[in-house]
C-alpha cells in the first residue's frame, strides 16, 4: 500500500488546516489510520488514528479537542483536520497504517508511512 499525504503549509496561530493522506490498495475494517508527527530534533510523535470502521479514535492529549481525524471510505482517503494551531504543532506530517486496534501509539507498531507533508505555524 501506498500513502500519499497533502494538505501542508504555513499558517499563522490561531488558524486552521486540513491534512490529507489518500492510500492506494484496499484498506480493510481491520486497519487503523493514523498521524504522527516530527518536530525537528525531535522523533515521530503520535497524533491521532482512527479505525476504519470508523468507530474509535485516539488522539494525544496535546491536540486533544484542536484535531479530528476523520476518513472517507469512497475515496480511501484519511484527513486530518487542525483548529486553534499552535507554534508547537510545526512538524512534518505522516499518515501511516497498521493492522489491528487505533489506541496503539508506537511509532514501530505501525506499518506502513507515507512521505509526510509540512505544517509550519507562525506566532
Known amino acids: 500500500v501506498q500513502l500519499q499525504a497533502s494538505g501542508g503549509g504555513l499558517v499563522q496561530a490561531g488558524g486552521s488546516l486540513s491534512l490529507s493522506c489518500a492510500a492506494s490498495?484496499?484498506?480493510?475494517?481491520?486497519?487503523?489510520m493514523g498521524w504522527f508527527r516530527q518536530a525537528p530534533g525531535q522523533g515521530r510523535k503520535f497524533v491521532a488514528a482512527?479505525?476504519?470502521?470508523?468507530?474509535?479514535?485516539k488522539y494525544a492529549d496535546s491536540v486533544k479537542g484542536r484535531f479530528t481525524i476523520s476518513r472517507d471510505k469512497a475515496k480511501n482517503t484519511v484527513y486530518l483536520q487542525m483548529n486553534s494551531l499552535k507554534p508547537e504543532d510545526t512538524a512534518v506530517y505522516y499518515c501511516?497504517?497498521?493492522?489491528?486496534?487505533?489506541?496503539?501509539?508506537?511509532?514501530?507498531?505501525?506499518?506502513?508511512w507515507g512521505q509526510g507533508t509540512q505544517v509550519t505555524v507562525s506566532s
Open positions: 490498495g484496499r484498506i480493510f475494517s481491520s486497519h487503523a
Open positions: 501511516t497504517r497498521r493492522t489491528g486496534s487505533p489506541y496503539v501509539t508506537g511509532e514501530g507498531d505501525y506499518e506502513y
Open positions: 482512527m479505525d476504519w470502521s470508523g468507530g474509535r479514535t
